[in-house]
């Protein structure tokens, strides 16, 4: 597994509606797909926007609204199953 840092882009775009937390995240995830469904699953809400009216793809699963990079960090763990490592639930 892999350590990722999901950081978005523009924490600005209306298409943050969508989640529940704008800030940078670290995910443990075998794949770059992995990390940005794991981070979607964990802070993703529905939106206010009338339907065909809003958001067109979750912004954690977009390399347009968050950028992700493999990084090492000694404060979290490479093994174990694919999850949400900061922010901590």
């Given at each position: 597994?892999?350590?990722?840092?999901?950081?978005?882009?523009?924490?600005?775009?209306p298409?943050?509606?969508?989640?529940?937390?704008?800030?940078?995240?670290?995910?443990?995830a075998?794949?770059?797909?992995?990390?940005?469904?794991?981070?979607?699953?964990?802070?993703?809400?529905?939106?206010?926007?009338?339907?065909?009216?809003?958001?067109?793809?979750?912004?954690?699963?977009?390399?347009?609204?968050?950028?992700?990079?493999?990084?090492?960090?000694?404060?979290?763990?490479?093994?174990?199953?694919?999850?949400?490592?900061?922010?901590?639930?």
């Amino acid at each position: 597994m892999y350590l990722w840092r999901l950081s978005p882009i523009d924490p600005a775009d209306p298409n943050w509606e969508a989640s529940s937390y704008r800030g940078v995240a670290v995910v443990r995830a075998r794949d770059e797909a992995g990390a940005r469904k794991a981070a979607e699953t964990a802070f993703g809400v529905k939106t206010r926007f009338p339907p065909g009216h809003g958001v067109t793809a979750p912004p954690w699963l977009r390399p347009a609204s968050v950028k992700a990079e493999i990084i090492e960090d000694s404060r979290y763990q490479s093994d174990g199953p694919t999850e949400v490592l900061f922010p901590p639930p």
